[in-house]
């Protein structure tokens, strides 16, 4: 008989004890493959070949999988690094686990860092053994993530072609009728997560983005902003071999009337603040007729009007990710008609 880690592989790397019985494994095979280090015994019935520090391995120890932001950064999704283990467990689920010690059982009021996601059976069926299915993680984001979080993991999705045009309508007809406007967000040319976040959080500030903007050439701008400002992100590993190119093409865009600003990745995930006033100080110089109005923390319409986004909010200056564990679908969100007003 094989290895029992070469079947267990061969299963995903995540296998149920039936699953593995039912390929003549006995008792002492796993037995003795644990204790030789050959597998790792997740929880009571589970065996895996996975990194034991792993978000699937920590997922499948609480007696779930994961699901949300959690489920996206495992599938190689644009997602920014911090953030919670987001499980997804039955809604009669009982024996939870602490994702370290198999041991110990999880305190469902102090989770120790796991965000939990009572579903129902049927969504706990799909997908793997250690993930919900790409359409359940990114409703759970849509439904309890940020606009830009979720605009980010649905761009990424649409443009890997890990998501069609009929399985985006489909979520989009899977969520509550005040988050389908998140169909007026997404940009399947997008090509990176901090273009994406700049794209929201420049439209989110009431600004007009035109996306892969045509040069004579045929290269494309990544963001027009107001017509005026030619915004090209770069992102650190992308664009360190493509020095010269990317010089000229600045001198290029400024040919065309267009003010070009190149701001780095760590710059949008780190100091958007700085960068979005030097767009602001950009598009005032170029149109002679916008006052910048510096660090003024009042919320703007959206672009397109409010129909389908009255869930959202527009994103406040230097705000940190706040997380909650949720029972159900939709938990905290507050829907407006009208002017959007601080909280």
């Not at 686990?97 to 999880?106: E, F, G, P, S, V």
Request: aromatic fraction near 4%; include cysteine; charged fraction near 25%.
């Amino acid at each position: 008989m094989a290895l029992l880690s070469e079947i267990v592989n061969g299963l995903g790397g995540m296998a149920q004890k039936q699953q593995l019985v039912r390929r003549g494994v006995s008792d002492r095979d796993l037995t003795n493959a644990v204790r030789s280090r050959d597998v790792v015994r997740v929880r009571n019935g589970w065996y895996s070949t996975m990194n034991e520090t792993g978000p699937e391995l920590r997922a499948v120890r609480v007696g779930g999988r994961l699901t949300g932001i959690s489920a996206i950064a495992a599938r190689g999704g644009w997602v920014l690094s911090d953030h919670p283990l987001h499980v997804a467990v039955n809604e009669n689920a009982a024996r939870l686990r602490t994702a370290h010690n198999r041991h110990q059982k999880l305190n469902v009021r102090s989770t120790g860092g796991v965000v939990l996601h009572w579903e129902s059976r049927e969504q706990t069926e799909s997908g793997t053994a250690v993930s919900v299915g790409l359409l359940d993680a990114l409703e759970r984001i849509v439904l309890d993530e940020g606009l830009e979080v979720a605009v980010a993991a649905i761009d990424w999705a649409l443009h890997s072609c890990q998501l069609d045009i009929v399985d985006f309508e489909s979520l989009i007809l899977r969520l509550p009728l005040e988050r389908r406007g998140i169909r007026d967000w997404v940009d399947p040319q997008c090509e990176s997560l901090p273009e994406s976040l700049a794209r929201t959080r420049l439209r989110l500030g009431g600004h007009s983005v035109t996306t892969q903007h045509p040069m004579l050439d045929g290269r494309r701008i990544d963001l027009v902003v107001d017509g005026v400002v030619a915004i090209e992100v770069d992102g650190d590993e992308h664009h360190r071999e493509r020095f010269e190119a990317d010089r000229s093409k600045d001198i290029d865009i400024t040919l065309m009337n267009l003010h070009a600003l190149r701001p780095s990745a760590r710059a949008v995930f780190r100091r958007w603040d700085h960068f979005e006033r030097a767009v602001e100080m950009a598009i005032a110089a170029r149109t002679q007729s916008h006052q910048v109005v510096e660090n003024s923390g009042r919320w703007s319409r959206y672009p397109f009007g409010n129909r389908g986004m009255t869930g959202w909010r527009r994103r406040p200056r230097r705000t940190t990710p706040e997380f909650s564990t949720t029972r159900g679908q939709g938990a905290g969100i507050t829907v407006d008609t009208g002017e959007l007003t601080p909280t």
